[in-house]
Nanobody, 114 residues
Framework: VQLQASGGGLVQPGGSQRLSCVVS????????MDWYRQAPGKQRELVAL???????KYADSVKGRFTISQDSGRNTVDLQMNGLKPEDTAVYYC?????????WGQGTQVTVSS
């Protein structure tokens, strides 16, 4: 199983960014897929998840601004981020658990700054 994240970059406050995680080696909709982030000096935190049944959950800090989705055709899990704030600056990781094994993408940096 491999996860390959992309889409990070520098964005101005209030702007939008879309992250994408290409998943290989497993069936996308068979597992919970999620996005975490880690800001400098802080613990890694869960941002959003999508269950195998399609249930969506978000951290309170991103509700109404971020949307997680799956694309079975592209085998990707995407994170659309709108209304970005400086406190959203972090390295973002896609993640899944399969048979009690954790799989992480390599991380993609999102910097929100003017």
């Amino acid at each position: 199983v491999q996860l390959q994240a992309s889409g990070g970059g520098l964005v101005q406050p209030g702007g939008s960014q879309r992250l994408s995680c290409v998943v290989s080696g497993t069936i996308l909709r068979a597992h919970v897929m999620d996005w975490y982030r880690q800001a400098p000096g802080k613990q890694r935190e869960l941002v959003a998840l999508i269950s195998s049944g399609g249930t969506l959950k978000y951290a309170d800090s991103v509700k109404g601004r971020f949307t997680i989705s799956q694309d079975s055709g592209r085998n990707t899990v995407d994170l659309q981020m709108n209304g970005l704030k400086p406190e959203d600056t972090a390295v973002y990781y896609c993640h899944t658990i399969i048979l009690n094994n954790h799989y992480w993408g390599q991380g993609t940096q999102v910097t929100v700054s003017s």
